[in-house]
T-cell receptor, first 111, second 114 residues
Framework: KQEVTQIPAALSVPEGENLVLNCSFT??????LQWFRQDPGKGLTSLLL?????REQTSGRLNASLDKSSGRSTLYIAASQPGDSATYLC??????????FGAGTQVVVTP | KAGVTQTPRYLIKTRGQQVTLSCSPI?????VSWYQQTPGQGLQFLFE???????NKGNFPGRFSGRQFSNSRSEMNVSTLELGDSALYLC?????????????FGPGTRLTVL
């Protein structure tokens, strides 16, 4: 059974600093990995989807990498802003397309 | 393009009652998945529907059921509600399969069971 872990559970950084969020998974037979953000009491907003054949994806200030052999994905957010404050979740899809989520990293960007 | 919509946004029920939640996917999307989110268990997969057929199912009791209509809209039903069913229920849609396509989530339905 796929287990997805996100460490740390919480992170606080000053505005302008780069954010590095980690996600590790136990089963390398992962079909894709998706990063989401969730604001308090809200649904999930998709940030990036990385297919298993890809090594990274980029969108604006966001860059996500995927290393299946080591069971790790990293989300980089450049030049963080207070609006980046949210909980960030990663989720891996198994062969049925079922997403297994990590518990999330709660990020606070202080002005 | 309108996003995923879920109705109602909030529900309060008592133990033993049943509830039906609705999800309208993004236009053109045929796959709808349902998830339960609680502080203790995080996000857990309930089931996925594609072309009116349940394609995948998580580890939830039979009290949790769903269906999908020909227009891809989906409903989720929970019978004989328990206190532990209190959660945020999220649905997500994708073009054809979560294996290859990005999943887009709705705002969720907050269910409180008293």
């Amino acid at each position: 059974k796929q287990e997805v872990t996100q460490i740390p559970a919480a992170l606080s950084v000053p505005e302008g600093e780069n954010l590095v969020l980690n996600c590790s998974f136990t089963d390398s037979a992962i079909y894709n990995l998706q990063w989401f953000r969730q604001d308090p009491g809200k649904g999930l907003t998709s940030l990036l989807l990385i297919q298993s054949s890809q090594r990274e994806q980029t969108s604006g200030r966001l860059n996500a990498s995927l290393d299946k052999s080591s069971g790790r994905s990293t989300l980089y957010i450049a030049a963080s802003q207070p609006g980046d404050s949210a909980t960030y979740l990663c989720a891996g899809a198994d062969s049925w397309g079922k997403l297994q989520f990590g518990a999330g990293t709660q990020v606070v960007v202080t002005p | 393009k309108a996003g995923v919509t879920q109705t109602p946004r909030y529900l309060i029920k008592t133990r033993g009652q049943q509830v039906t939640l609705s999800c309208s996917p993004i236009s053109g999307h045929r796959s709808v998945s349902w998830y339960q989110q609680t502080p203790g268990q995080g996000l857990q997969f309930l089931f996925e529907y594609f072309s009116e057929t349940q394609r995948n199912k998580g580890n939830f009791p039979g009290r949790f059921s769903g269906r999908q209509f020909s227009n891809s809209r989906s409903e989720m039903n929970v019978s004989t509600l328990e206190l532990g069913d209190s959660a945020l229920y999220l649905c997500a849609s994708s073009l054809a399969s979560p294996l290859y396509n990005e999943q887009f989530f709705g705002p969720g339905t907050r269910l409180t069971v008293l």
